[in-house]
């Protein structure tokens, strides 16, 4: 039964939690020196499926094999035993440490029993990240260093632990474009070296970059196993969701308006102090979508911030409808016009806490009729959430069901009535799909051109150059806090990669 | 959109703000665990007794009960135990009063996101502004004259627990810290103002360190019982209408959405426009007028007059100030529970008092010490419940929180 170059055997696994199948008898092989994508939306179970494989979760039915050995895993302690090495999406490290000193924690070298020997750790790593080609300094500290490379740190400490066999949770969530396709670089190199690579996501294009086959998965069952050779965008998009979707989203040609959102000559400082956007100047107007491209840190959340009036401007002007709204507080601004949905959802959109109706509520509550002298009216909230969540489809739970227990795709809706509901002239959508599955993706961007073609002004700051790509009128690029450059809906992917990383022509912004 | 599934909850797990945390074990212990933790603690105490004493716990817990006087509501206790238990009854009451607004004013600071630990030095000032008010100004008829010294006092807390609230919300100084320090502040302003040759001591008799006496005229009215033997006064009626003001601001009006929204999420409430730091400081203010007010009614209703002792000696953990911390986390901030809590509470402290237990049978220090016993350990129970509901959680998802979270399924 067993079969030599299997590196990994699931067979039957079923997990149950209270109420969800997250795991439905799936079956599941990795190959020896294979990538093998595990492709699924957000809740379709492929965490699950990984934890169980990791010993974070005890299956309810199923049988493990690594190497045709049966065998069971207690905690995360025996899968790294028999040589199973894990990158969570959100890293596992210690800031204040060093490289060296992440990569040994629980195994350290030892001298004469008890002592560190840094020395020999250093070493090691240095070795490691030569062999594999992951280069990393092991005496950096992991606050100084960029996320791409903390990534490869998480990577290295598998490796320490002699993993042969990687499970990489959605390793390019958190990285740039650039970061990703070394990423892919990396794993390819070590696949090569005869490490078994799982690699988790619901990114189709990367799936089908990166794997030598991939298994699809869709509300806790298997769908397919298919190699990626005889995989499509649209076929493997069908798997997933059920039914067939649209990765390109329609649009018209746009139809500008009068100028809603004007910023001229934005200077905003970041928390330390230091010039974060340096002398922005840029136009939105009406029935239009400007997309802000940039890779992460070059200043996208200081200019929001300084829009949506949580942060002061240093110098500079913006204008809403011809407003001055330069110092004007966050509510002056939401009561101006700007409809905002923020780049985290939870922890800036929505009070998990509270029930749908009173998030719904949350920018409107202290005028009538949700309120008057003071005085709330809890029905009221309820009767218009009700009006709301139907009109933008929200599931998952009525009026008087917390944001917690909503899905991320069904918060994102929650966040996106709230600001659209209030019909606003400027709306400013910051990451607005990030972390969302292809079918909530699909129906956030219809909104986002639904509102354009509404005649409002919209402004994405996204760091998906595909979202920036298929939404948008404009693109303007956003390179060390300064716009670099400003193209069309057509540009080539590439061209706008090279302005992201300052190589770009200086062109003023329109 | 597609069907989606029942996809596991993204904010699962208890969340990131004090009261958000705490909103969660509250949905996942019900009110069940504060019954449980509180039957707990009695056990333990009579442990602590049996091994003390080497006496029966449940006679000792038999005399505690009939002390609190709750056997009044037996409707077969002897016509001579009636009025026992109901003499027993006020005096239980009158301690539930002040507990009541104390447990009130931790858990309205709690809904925002504050932990006010400085109800003791706001019951404090309330205290020192009503025995003032009340004890000056003596032309003036009653009611208006005990209507002005409840307002006073009630501002004297919020103005004290203002300043917490103030702080916070500017330069960020933590409400914790600097409740602690207003305390002390209050507690030696005592001791000047009505020490030797202080400003407000009093006339009668210059070796005395207290106030005057308040007015005659600005008694609390004793509607249940003897007022020669200190019946239940109308402050007990004020304590319960603040419950329902309690849970009336916090639903019904606009300021105590904006105080829940920034109690659960500061960050989400600031980008919906909300003013935190107002709403801060609201709640810190709106807090210690809670404590203040206890310090009034309490000076009004039975304590007549201040002396220097009553304040400074209520610096430690079983005065009324800090059992509305215990209050309030046993009554988990909601303002049913904030009454029972306080009943509890009212009913130990009198229970316990030495004059309900046969010396002989039970030490007069150990009984004054088994309240404190007791409140320690409901304290140390809350504190480990929230532990044990944490453990049995985890122990049940297996994966730790952070990975659970951050997990894509």
Do not use: C
Not at chain 1, 167 to 173: K, M, S, Y
Not at chain 1, 285 to 295: D, F
Not at chain 2, 26 to 40: I, S, W, Y
Not at chain 2, 229 to 235: D, E, I, R, S, T
């Amino acid at each position: 039964m067993a079969d030599d170059a299997l590196a990994l055997e699931l067979r039957g696994i079923t997990k149950k939690f209270p109420g969800v199948v997250a795991n439905d008898r799936i079956d599941f092989d990795l190959r020896r020196g294979e990538v093998h994508a595990l492709l699924g939306e957000n809740g379709a179970g492929k965490s699950t499926l990984m934890n169980v494989l990791y010993g974070l979760y005890h299956p309810d039915e199923g049988e493990i094999r690594i190497g045709g050995e049966l065998v069971s895993m207690g905690s995360p302690k025996d899968a790294i035993a028999h040589g199973i090495g894990m990158v969570h999406q959100h890293f596992m490290l210690i800031p204040v440490m060093t490289v060296a000193e992440n990569i040994v924690l629980g195994t350290e070298p030892r001298r004469e029993g008890a002592i560190l020997d840094l020395g020999a750790a250093e070493k090691r790593v240095r070795e490691l990240s030569v062999r594999y080609g992951l280069a990393v300094d092991p005496r950096a500290r992991i606050r100084n260093i960029s996320v791409g490379r903390q990534q490869r740190v998480e990577i290295l400490k598998a490796l320490y632990r002699d993993a042969e066999i990687l499970i990489l949770d959605e390793p390019t969530a958190v990285l740039t474009p650039q970061e990703a396709t070394e990423l892919f670089k990396v794993l390819r190199s070590l696949a090569d070296e005869g490490m078994s690579i799982i690699f988790i996501s619901h990114k189709l294009n990367e799936v089908l970059s990166i794997a030598d086959r991939i298994t699809v998965l869709r509300r806790g069952k298997k769908i397919e196993t298919l190699p990626t050779k005889d995989a499509t965008e649209a076929g493997l998009a069908k798997l997933m969701v059920g039914r067939e979707v649209l990765l390109r989203v329609d649009k018209t040609a746009a139809d500008p308006g009068a100028t809603m959102l004007r910023i001229d000559d934005l200077v905003v400082a970041d928390d330390r102090g230091l010039a974060a956007v340096r002398g922005v100047s840029l136009e939105v107007r009406a029935g239009e979508i400007v997309g802000i491209a940039g890779v992460d840190g070059n200043g996208q959340t200081e200019l929001i911030d300084a829009i949506t009036g949580l942060r002061r401007p240093a110098s500079g002007r913006i204008e809403i409808a011809g407003r001055d709204l330069t110092s004007a507080d966050a509510r002056q601004v939401l009561d101006e016009g700007l409809g905002h949905i923020p780049e985290d959802r939870q922890a800036r959109g929505l009070v998990l806490e509270f029930t749908l109706a009173e998030n719904l509520a949350l920018e409107d509550y202290r005028r009538p009729p949700d309120s008057r002298w003071g005085w709330l009216f809890p029905a009221r909230l309820i009767a218009r959430a009700r009006r709301l969540l139907r009109e933008f489809d929200v599931r998952g739970g009525g009026p008087s069901a917390r944001a917690a227990a909503l899905s991320g795709g069904n918060q994102q809706k929650v966040v996106i009535a709230r600001e659209v509901g209030r019909d606003p002239r400027v709306l400013v959508a910051a990451q607005p799909t990030r972390g969302l599955d292809v079918g909530a993706i699909e129906y956030v961007h219809k909104r986002l051109i639904a509102v354009r073609d509404e005649g409002k002004a919209v402004l994405l700051i996204s760091l998906e150059l595909d979202e920036i790509l298929s939404l948008s009128d404009r693109i303007l690029v956003l390179y060390e806090g300064g716009i670099v450059g400003e193209y069309g809906p057509e540009t080539p992917e590439e061209e706008l990669g090279v302005a992201m990383t300052g190589g770009g022509r200086k062109v003023a912004a329109a | 959109m597609l069907a989606t599934p029942p996809a596991p909850p993204e904010g699962e797990g208890p969340g990131e703000t004090v009261a958000s945390r705490f909103a969660f074990y509250q949905r996942a212990g019900g009110v069940l665990t504060p019954l449980v933790t509180t039957v707990f603690a009695f056990f333990i105490g009579g442990l602590v007794v049996l091994l003390i004493t080497h006496k029966n716990p449940i006679s000792t817990y038999k005399a505690i009960f009939n002390g609190t006087g709750l056997n009044w509501f037996f409707p077969w206790i002897s016509h001579a135990d009636r009025i026992n238990a109901a003499f027993n009854l006020q005096s239980t009451l009158l301690l539930t009063t002040p507990l009541i607004l104390t447990g009130l004013a931790v858990a309205f600071a709690f809904r925002a996101g504050l932990f006010n630990i400085g109800g003791q030095g706001q019951y404090a000032a309330g205290s020192i502004v009503g025995v003032w008010v009340a004890s000056s100004l003596t032309g003036m008829s009653g009611f208006p004259h005990i209507v002005l010294a409840i307002l006073l006092g009630s501002l004297a807390g919020a103005g004290l627990a203002g300043i917490a609230g103030f702080l916070r919300a500017t330069v960020g100084a933590h409400e914790v810290i600097t409740t602690i320090m207003l305390n002390w502040i209050v507690f030696w302003l005592a001791g000047w103002l009505f020490g030797q040759q202080g400003p407000l001591q009093t006339s009668r008799e210059r070796s005395l360190t207290q106030s005057n006496d308040i007015a005659p005229n600005t008694h609390l009215h004793v509607w249940w019982g003897n007022p020669i033997l200190q019946g239940l006064h109308v402050g007990f009626f004020i304590a319960v209408a603040m419950l329902v003001v309690y849970w009336i601001v916090l639903n019904r009006t606009t300021l105590g959405y904006e105080i829940r929204a920034v109690g659960y999420n500061p960050e989400a409430a600031g980008y919906a426009g909300i003013d935190v730091r107002r709403a801060y400081f609201l709640a810190m203010a709106i807090s210690g007028g809670f404590a203040g007010l206890a310090g009034v009614i309490d000076v009004l209703g039975w304590k007549f007059v201040l002396s220097v002792d009553d304040v400074q000696g209520q610096a430690g953990a079983g005065a009324v100030g800090f059992l509305g911390i215990a209050v309030a986390l046993l009554g988990r901030n909601s303002a049913v529970g904030i009454f029972f809590a306080a009943l509890l509470f009212g009913a130990l402290l009198n229970g316990t008092s030495d004059r309900h237990l046969d010396p002989a049978v039970f030490p007069p220090t150990l009984a004054e010490n088994l309240t404190l016993l007791i409140q320690g350990l409901v304290l140390l129970f809350i504190g480990a419940d929230i532990l044990v509901i944490y453990l049995w959680r985890a122990r049940r998802r297996v994966v730790p929180r952070k990975l659970a979270r951050t997990s894509s399924t």
